[in-house]
């Protein structure tokens, strides 16, 4: 079957610290993985995605890494600022037209 | 630009009610996904509508049905409702093919 799933379901980090989320999946036929981060009262928000094809990609403090020999997907956050804290989903899809499939998440505590 | 919307915020009902909840794309989007989440849980797929049809569906039973109106915005319907609809429901638009944009919710109780 298909599924996506986290190693810790709670983190909490240092203000100015980098944080590690660390994301497992199942289905090999995924072509895309993404990263959501849901803060209280909203819906989940696109950080960055990356496609099955890539093994890093960055964007504004944080970076998404790839690893489909053991199926593992990170979120890497640079020097965590308190409104980083929030859940954050690891999700993937097939193609860029599919429904995509959550992971239970890790919540993010960020210590001023 | 308004992004994704969602109506109502907050809604109560009783177990074998039925509930309508509605969702309005973020301009220019023409597909709008269902989604369902528990308290504590990842969100669950419910269906895909594009071009007024259902084009994908999740694991959900048949009391669980939508409708995609012209102007793209789209409605979830879910019958004799039961405790374990209790719930966040989320919609989320996008183009065809493209990243999904989530509303902020309607969050679903059932007594």
């Known amino acids: 079957g298909e599924s996506v799933g986290l190693h810790l379901p709670t983190l909490s980090v240092q203000e100015g610290d980098n944080s590690i989320i660390n994301c497992a999946y199942s289905?090999?036929?995924?072509?895309?993985f993404i990263w959501y981060k849901q803060e209280s009262g909203k819906g989940p928000q696109f950080i960055i995605d990356?496609?099955?094809?890539?093994d890093k990609r960055q964007g504004q403090r944080v970076t998404v890494l790839l690893n489909k020999t053991v199926k593992h997907l990170s979120l890497q956050i640079a020097a965590t600022q308190p409104g980083d804290s929030a859940v954050y989903f690891c999700a993937e899809r097939k193609d860029s037209y599919d429904k995509v499939i959550f992971g239970p998440g890790t919540s993010l505590s960020v210590i001023p | 630009d308004a992004g994704v919307t969602q109506s109502p915020t907050h809604l109560i009902k009783t177990r074998g009610q039925q509930v309508t909840l509605r969702c309005s794309p973020k301009s220019g989007h023409d597909t709008v996904s269902w989604y369902q989440q528990a308290l504590g849980q990842g969100p669950q797929f419910i269906f895909q509508?594009?071009?007024?049809?259902?084009?994908q569906r999740g694991n959900f039973p048949d009391r669980f049905s939508g409708h995609q109106f012209p102007n793209y915005s789209s409605e979830l319907n879910v019958n004799a409702l039961l405790l374990g609809d209790s719930a966040l429901y989320l919609c989320?638009?996008?183009?065809?093919?493209?990243?999904?944009?989530f509303g902020p919710g309607t969050r679903l109780t059932v007594t």
């Open positions: 289905n090999s036929a995924s072509d895309y």
């Open positions: 509508y594009y071009e007024e049809e259902e084009r």
């Open positions: 990356i496609r099955s094809n890539m």
């Open positions: 989320a638009s996008s183009l065809s093919r493209g990243e999904q944009y």
